[in-house]
């Protein structure tokens, strides 16, 4: 969990009234030393300024963070958009998950690539949203939530849960997720990475106000 002075800092000054944020918090368990890919694009968005690390205690998660010059982000990645150009107050794309391991011995490098229709609607009051995921490169367990307050006067904060059958399947019985469906293989000579996987579920991460916002 990011701390608040780490998202303000990093977010507060950006938010003019006409900027709202996606803030992204993805890790992969990957308990090996070295050779894991695993990457997060936008879209046709490359976000090419993120770097692999390891924010959380458990070192065998890899998470994704921004650059921010010398330094790397605190809370994931920070994606900015211009309320203005939204349409209807919807920020619409495909989020594209990529993870594998690099070549070895002369082995081409075996990389999947899960593609997920993403949406959320921001607005001046409410900015900002999160959407954290956790994936097992062991297990192939995977799971996005999202926080938020249903009401101001809430002491804890409510949340979404998307998750695929490998990770609801080993989850404690009282959370309840919603099931991560389809999974189409997409084939052709144009695609980067052969046999994609696009999925039916949209993933919905939920616009708070700042300072209600925790990821």
Same mark, same amino acid.
């Given at each position: *969990?990011?701390?608040?002075?780490?998202? @303000?800092?990093?977010?507060?000054? &950006?938010?003019?009234?006409?900027?709202?944020? @996606?803030?992204?918090?993805?890790?992969?368990?990957?308990?090996?030393?070295?050779?894991?890919? #695993?990457? #997060?694009? !936008?879209?046709?968005?490359?976000?090419?300024?993120?770097? !692999?690390?390891? &924010?959380?205690?458990?070192?065998?998660?890899?998470?994704?963070?921004?650059?921010?010059?010398?330094?790397?982000?605190? @809370?994931?990645?920070?994606?900015?958009?211009?309320?203005?150009?939204?349409?209807?107050?919807?920020?619409?794309?495909?989020?594209?998950?990529?993870?594998?391991?690099?070549?070895?011995?002369?082995?081409?490098?075996?990389?999947?690539?899960?593609?997920?229709? !993403?949406?959320?609607?921001?607005?001046?009051?409410?900015?900002?949203?999160?959407?954290? *995921?956790?994936?097992?490169?062991?297990?192939?367990?995977? *799971?996005?939530?999202?926080?938020?307050?249903?009401?101001?006067?809430?002491?804890?904060?409510?949340?979404?849960?998307?998750?695929?059958?490998?990770?609801?399947?080993?989850?404690?019985?009282?959370?309840?997720?919603?099931?991560?469906?389809?999974?189409?293989?997409?084939?052709?000579?144009?695609?980067?990475?052969?046999?994609? !996987?696009?999925?039916?579920?949209? @993933?919905?991460?939920?616009?708070?106000?700042?300072?209600?916002? *925790?990821?």
């Amino acid at each position: *969990m990011a701390s608040r002075d780490a998202i @303000i800092e990093e977010v507060g000054d &950006r938010l003019d009234g006409d900027t709202g944020c @996606i803030i992204f918090d993805f890790s992969c368990y990957y308990p090996y030393q070295d050779g894991l890919i #695993f990457d #997060f694009q !936008l879209g046709m968005d490359a976000l090419s300024d993120k770097k !692999l690390n390891h &924010r959380y205690p458990n070192k065998h998660f890899h998470t994704i963070s921004k650059k921010l010059g010398r330094k790397l982000s605190k @809370i994931g990645y920070a994606h900015f958009v211009k309320l203005s150009d939204l349409i209807d107050g919807e920020y619409v794309a495909i989020l594209a998950i990529r993870f594998g391991a690099e070549a070895c011995n002369g082995e081409p490098a075996d990389v999947r690539e899960l593609l997920f229709p !993403l949406r959320c609607r921001l607005t001046k009051e409410k900015p900002v949203c999160g959407l954290s *995921m956790r994936f097992n490169i062991e297990s192939a367990s995977l *799971m996005f939530i999202t926080h938020y307050k249903k009401n101001k006067a809430d002491i804890g904060f409510s949340n979404i849960t998307w998750a695929n059958q490998a990770y609801i399947e080993n989850a404690a019985a009282e959370f309840e997720h919603i099931p991560i469906e389809g999974g189409k293989v997409l084939e052709g000579d144009n695609l980067e990475f052969p046999k994609a !996987l696009l999925f039916d579920t949209v @993933i919905e991460p939920v616009a708070c106000e700042l300072h209600e916002f *925790m990821i």
